[in-house]
Nanobody
Framework: QLMESGGGLVQPGGSLRLSCTPS????????MGWYRQAPGKQRELVAT???????NYADSVKGRFSISRDDAENAVYLQMNALKPEDTAVYYC?????????WGQGTQVTVSS
């Protein structure tokens, strides 16, 4: 129901923009976010944004990543700049609602020269 796109292979210092769009209707969503999971590690928060555009970032991505949303498309985006090899992971989109959390299938981001 949540479709991520925009992942891929990029060199260190490069940029990528991830997109997440719903394929169906979601109700009572109060926040959207991006999480990531690297091999052998737990899934971790990258960034979140509320319906009032309050944002929160992991310390490791502050100043490099920017989360935004589009009301008309009910979509959420993650602009990633100055990418580092340690950013390599599967990135997941999340919609948080009063009825539960919804996850996308994930998109692979690989930062390597």
């Amino acid at each position: 129901q949540l479709m991520e796109s925009g992942g891929g292979l990029v060199q260190p210092g490069g940029s990528l923009r991830l997109s997440c769009t719903p394929s169906g209707g979601f109700f009572s969503v109060y926040a959207m976010g991006w999480y990531r999971q690297a091999p052998g590690k737990q899934r971790e928060l990258v960034a979140t944004i509320t319906l009032t555009d309050v944002t929160n970032y992991a310390d490791s991505v502050k100043g490099r990543f920017s989360i935004s949303r589009d009301d008309a498309e009910n979509a959420v985006y993650l602009q990633m700049n100055a990418l580092k090899p340690e950013d390599t992971a599967v990135y997941y989109c999340n919609f948080a609602s009063t009825t539960g959390g919804y996850w996308g299938q994930g998109t692979q981001v690989t930062v390597s020269s």
